[in-house]
């Protein structure tokens, strides 16, 4: 018996297939592969090069070469790019430059090794981090202490005893209990969660207490196995675990595969971290009051047709669909849908910049919802082709560097009527943190109430959700006796 199916399936056309997967791609990668194409397609030429060329012939010459007079200001000749992100910078700093080279290289082809940045040791990235915090020089250098006595799996095994006897020279008076305690509960909050642990049950419920989408009643009965019992849950005795936490079955298996899915050697992980490479896309900068966006021209290799090549080839009168004929096709492809996406990318993040304004002045707490559908309906795009220019893209501004998606967040109702992104309401969480008594920290039903007093209202599931994305632990373990 023979059947008849009907099945509608959309195909892309070979030009928009590599249009899409150009677009996709981080600056890195495109810069790669037009590299790539340059290199094997004899239809094609490096656009930089021959205008280099042009220009040194002009002034071999005697020729001069002029500037255009313009209102606009320079552009920057090299990128400064970052993998993380600089909140706390002024309005009008400039963007920090890290380890990365802040002039263009005069020689001939970037080593695109200067745009790796260095992998950093577990001990160099906690101190790194460290300096972020406002502390007295007692206070940070207990903490440098317990920094360096860590071992390669991010733990603490030597005691604060045994350590308090090591800097007795080094402090008066000697620190007690109370300082170290404060210290190690410091040391415990920077970086990867986990770490600076004295075992692995305090190792696991530091990661717990950091978890992000975690439902609360696993999470409880998660700490409640590792701080209980661990030695049960290594020896897979889930009957065992069922009987003392009179717990169902589903409960007791989502506690466990949550316990399993964290790091029992959270310092192993930066050993041989591979270098992670950032290149921004765009700057974003404010010129006579107004903030603008500049492409960043280091990132934006342009191919263009070898005419000399295409012209003997049509010349030559070959089948048109001989090997270089659909050399010279894909030629003329990619050639277009470079410039596309520089175009693309260019109109998303003049999008970004429009609608987010208040970012740019104000800083995080006024970065407001946005949603991939406003910039779309903006600039008359598909909605997936906005997402595409987003991934994996750049822009280096004064507060620091951020990828596209940053500047998107859902919208919170608030008791005004108005509206908040759930972005904002992260940054006002951590503001509240920063800001209260170390004695006494801030429980999630009183940041609860505070956003509502506010006029943000939120259940207290929520915050606590936001909390542990900023990895923020809990009260009881921000609390410094």
Known sequence: MQELRLRQQMTLAPRLQQSVKLLQMSALEFT??????????????????????????????????????????????????????????????????????????TGGDSDLGQWACASLSMRERLSQDLGNYHLEPRDRLLAEFIIDALDDDGYLRTPLSSLCSVVQADFTPVPDEGEW??????????????????????????????????????????????QEHIDRLAKNDCAGLRRLLNC?????????ALI??????????????????????????????????????????????????????????????????????????????VEQRYTTIQRVAEA????????????????????????????????????????????????????????????????????CSAAAVRALIKEMVEAEDPAMPLSDVALTQQLASSGILLARRTVSKYRGQLRVPPAELRRQH
């Open 32 to 105: 790669t592969a037009v590299e790539h194409a340059l290199a094997t397609n004899p239809f094609l030429e490096d656009a930089d090069e021959q205008e280099s060329d042009a220009a040194a012939a002009a002034l071999g010459a005697g020729g001069e070469v002029h500037a255009a007079e313009s209102d606009a200001a320079p552009e920057p000749q090299q990128p400064v790019p970052a993998a993380s992100e600089a909140e706390d910078a002024p309005p009008d700093a400039p963007a920090y430059s890290g380890d990365y080279p802040t002039h263009s290289s």
């Open 181 to 226: 305690m404060a210290a190690l509960r410091l040391v415990q909050q920077l970086d990867a969660p986990g770490l600076a642990a004295r075992d692995l049950a305090e190792c696991l419920t530091l990661q717990l207490a950091a978890a992000r989408d975690v439902d609360e009643d696993i999470r409880t009965l998660a700490l409640h196995i590792v």
């Open 248 to 256: 169902s079955d589903e409960a007791l298996r989502e506690a466990c």
């Open 260 to 337: 399993r899915s964290l790091d029992p050697k959270p310092g192993s992980r930066y050993s041989g971290e591979a270098p992670v490479y950032v290149v921004p896309d765009v700057f974003v900068d404010k010129w006579h009051g107004r903030w603008r966006v500049l492409p960043n021209r280091n990132a934006m290799p342009r191919a263009r047709l070898h005419s000399t090549y295409a012209d003997l080839f049509r010349r030559a009168r070959l089948d048109d669909r001989s090997p270089m004929a659909q050399e010279l096709q894909e030629a003329r492809w990619l050639v277009r849908n």
């Open 352 to 419: 970004i910049v429009k609608r987010q304004q208040t970012f740019f002045e104000y800083g995080e707490v006024a970065l407001r919802p946005l949603m991939l559908r406003e910039v779309a309906d903006d600039l008359n795009m598909h909605e997936s082709t906005v997402s595409r220019a987003t991934v994996s893209k750049y822009m280096v501004t004064p507060r620091g560097v951020f990828e596209f998606r940053h500047f998107f967040s859902r919208e919170l109702a608030t008791e005004s009527g108005g509206s």
